[in-house]
T-cell receptor
Framework: GENVEQHPSTLSVQEGDSAVIKCTYS??????FPWYKQELGKRPQLIID?????GEKKDQRIAVTLNKTAKHFSLHITETQPEDSAVYFC????????????FGRGTSLIVHP | DAGVIQSPRHEVTEMGQEVTLRCKPI?????LFWYRQTMMRGLELLIY????????DSGMPEDRFSAKMPNASFSTLKIQPSEPRDSAVYFC????????????FGPGTRLLVL
């Protein structure tokens, strides 16, 4: 089955700095890669996703890149703000089928004011 | 849409008691997932339903856990008997099986077994 590795497990940055979280996957058939943000005591919520037919996707301060050859994808947050502090999860799955998404272990991002 | 609804939001019970967690998926969604989240294990998939049929229950930890989906708008996760190591946050998520593939999570049930 699919295996998703996520690094780092914790990331501490100063407000205004950039943050990068990286994930690798094992199944070359995976073609859908969502990222979830989970604030303390809240539910995971989708913040951005990317499909294998594109290499990069941006949404304001958030961007995701995908390298299919290397089987890794990354979340980039620019101009970090204290409200970006949360746990971020990556996931990989096969779009359109009954394939179940596999989640990474999560990255705890702390943005210091 | 109200989103995925879970009840109760918090549950405190004593070891050996039966616990029933409930979930109402988003209307029109035909896939439903039960997850367990702990600090030690992260987010674990317990069971997955598609069109009310259990597809994969390999994540259910043991026979004490059971899940049902009697119709498209309701699912339960039951633990009987409960044990302290079952203490966790249990999330239900639903998804519409189309190209979107986005899972929408409920608010979770925080379970504490004493």
């Amino acid at each position: 089955g699919e295996n998703v590795e996520q690094h780092p497990s914790t990331l501490s940055v100063q407000e205004g700095d950039s943050a990068v979280i990286k994930c690798t996957y094992s199944d070359s058939a995976s073609n859908y890669f969502p990222w979830y943000k989970q604030e303390l005591g809240k539910r995971p919520q989708l913040i951005i996703d990317i499909r294998s037919n594109v290499g990069e996707k941006k949404d304001q301060r958030i961007a995701v890149t995908l390298n299919k050859t290397a089987k890794h994808f990354s979340l980039h947050i620019t101009e970090t703000q204290p409200e970006d502090s949360a746990v971020y999860f990556c996931a990989a799955s096969i779009s359109g089928g009954s394939y179940i998404p596999t989640f990474g272990r999560g990255t705890s991002l702390i943005v210091h004011p | 849409d109200a989103g995925v609804i879970q009840s109760p939001r918090h549950e405190v019970t004593e070891m050996g008691q039966e616990v029933t967690l409930r979930c109402k998926p988003i209307s029109g969604h035909n896939s439903l997932f039960w997850y367990r989240q702990t600090m030690m294990r992260g987010l674990e998939l317990l069971i997955y339903f598609n069109n009310n049929v259990p597809i994969d229950d390999s994540g259910m930890p043991e026979d004490r856990f059971s899940a049902k989906m009697p119709n498209a708008s309701f699912s339960t996760l039951k633990i009987q008997p409960s044990e302290p190591r079952d203490s966790a946050v249990y999330f239900c998520a639903s998804r519409k099986r189309d190209l979107q593939e986005t899972q929408y999570f409920g608010p979770g049930t925080r379970l504490l077994v004493l």
